[in-house]
C-alpha cells in the first residue's frame, strides 16, 4: 500500500508536530484584549496568505481522495467524490491551522509577525510562495522546477551567483527544519491513513505491522521531500534578492520566527493527521458498500 500515500505537507513558509501548548494563546488574549487579538490574528492569517494556501491544499487534498478511490474502491466510489469534498471542508482546515499558530506565537511576537509581512519585502516573499503553490498544481510545472533545481546545482559549480542562492535556501531550509518536519508529517497522515481504513474495518493488520509499512516509506519521502522543498524554494524565490532572502532567513532565527514555524507546523500536522485518518475511515466504509 505504498506509493499514493505518501501525502507530502509541504508547507514551506518558515513554517513542529505535537500537542499545543496554550501559553501564547493565552497571553496574547490577556495582553490585547479578545477584539484586538482577533484583529492581530486575522491580519497574521491573511498577511501569510493562510486562506490562499489552504485552498491549493484543498485542491490537492480532494486529487488525492480520487487517487484513493482509484485504488481501494471498484467502480473509483461512486459517491466518494462528495465524500472527499466534505473531508476537505475549509472552515475546519482554518480552524486547525490557527489553533496550531495561537498555540505558539506570544502577544509580542504576533505584532512583530505582523509588522514584517505588512511591509513590501514580506507582501512579496508571500505572494511569491503562493504563486508557486498555485503552479505546482500542474504536474508539468512541477516537474520543470525540479529540472530546473538539477540545471542549477549543475551550474552552481562554475556560477558564483547560483551557488549563493542555492546556498541562501539551503539556508532557509535548514534553520526551519523543514525537511525533517515534513516528513514528519507526511508519516504521521500516512498512519492516519491507516490506522482509519484498519478501524473501519478496510484493512486487517497489527499495529507492528502498521507501524512498519509506514517507516518503510521514509526514505522515499525524505529524497521526494528535499528534492520537492529546494526545487519550489528555487522556483517561488526567483524575482527576488538575495537580500530579501537573507532577510527571510534571518526572521527565522528570532524567536517569533521559530514561533511562526512552530505554530503553522502544528497546525498543518493536525489539519492533516485528522484528514488523513477520516479519508482511511471513509475508505474502509465505502469498501464495505455502506454510505456516508
Known amino acids: 500500500m505504498t506509493g499514493i500515500l505518501t ?6 513558509m518558515s513554517v513542529a508536530s505535537g500537542v499545543l501548548p496554550e501559553r501564547g494563546a493565552v497571553r496574547a488574549e490577556t495582553e490585547l484584549g479578545v477584539e484586538g487579538q482577533a484583529t492581530e490574528w486575522r491580519r497574521l492569517s491573511e498577511a501569510i496568505a493562510v486562506p ?4 491549493v491544499m484543498r485542491i490537492e487534498g480532494v486529487r488525492y481522495g480520487d487517487e484513493i478511490g482509484a485504488e481501494f474502491l471498484a467502480d473509483g466510489g461512486g459517491s466518494w467524490q462528495a465524500v472527499v469534498a466534505r473531508i476537505y471542508d475549509r472552515d475546519k482546515m482554518l480552524t486547525a491551522v490557527m489553533t496550531g499558530l495561537k498555540g505558539e506565537i506570544a502577544d509580542e511576537q504576533l505584532a512583530e509577525l505582523n509588522v514584517f509581512f505588512a511591509s513590501e ?8 510562495e503562493i504563486l508557486a503553490r498555485e503552479a505546482f498544481l500542474d504536474p508539468a510545472t512541477e516537474e520543470a522546477a525540479r529540472t530546473a533545481l538539477a540545471e542549477a ?3 552552481a559549480e562554475t556560477d558564483a551567483a547560483t551557488a549563493r542562492r542555492l546556498e541562501l535556501l539551503q539556508a532557509y531550509v535548514d534553520e526551519n527544519d523543514l525537511v525533517d518536519f515534513n516528513v514528519a508529517g507526511a508519516l504521521t497522515s500516512n498512519y492516519r491513513f491507516y490506522r482509519g481504513l484498519a478501524d ?3 484493512w486487517t493488520v497489527s499495529e507492528d505491522e502498521m507501524l512498519a509499512e509506514v517507516w518503510a516509506q521514509e526514505d522515499e519521502i525524505r ?3 528535499t528534492e520537492w522543498l529546494m526545487a519550489y524554494l528555487l522556483m517561488a524565490y526567483a524575482p527576488l534578492s538575495d537580500g530579501d532572502i537573507e532577510a527571510y532567513v534571518a526572521l527565522s532565527k528570532t524567536p517569533a520566527g521559530r514561533a511562526l514555524n512552530r505554530g503553522l507546523f502544528a497546525g498543518f500536522d493536525r489539519m492533516y493527521a485528522d484528514l488523513s485518518y477520516a479519508l482511511g475511515l471513509a475508505a474502509a ?8
Open 52 to 55: 490562499e494556501l489552504l485552498e
Open 200 to 202: 473501519g474495518g478496510g
Open 153 to 155: 546545482e549543475g551550474a
Open 121 to 128: 519585502r514580506g507582501r512579496q516573499i508571500v505572494r511569491q
Open 7 to 12: 501525502l507530502l505537507a509541504a508547507v514551506c
Open 285 to 292: 466504509v465505502q469498501m464495505q458498500g455502506e454510505d456516508l
Open 223 to 225: 529524497v521526494d521531500t
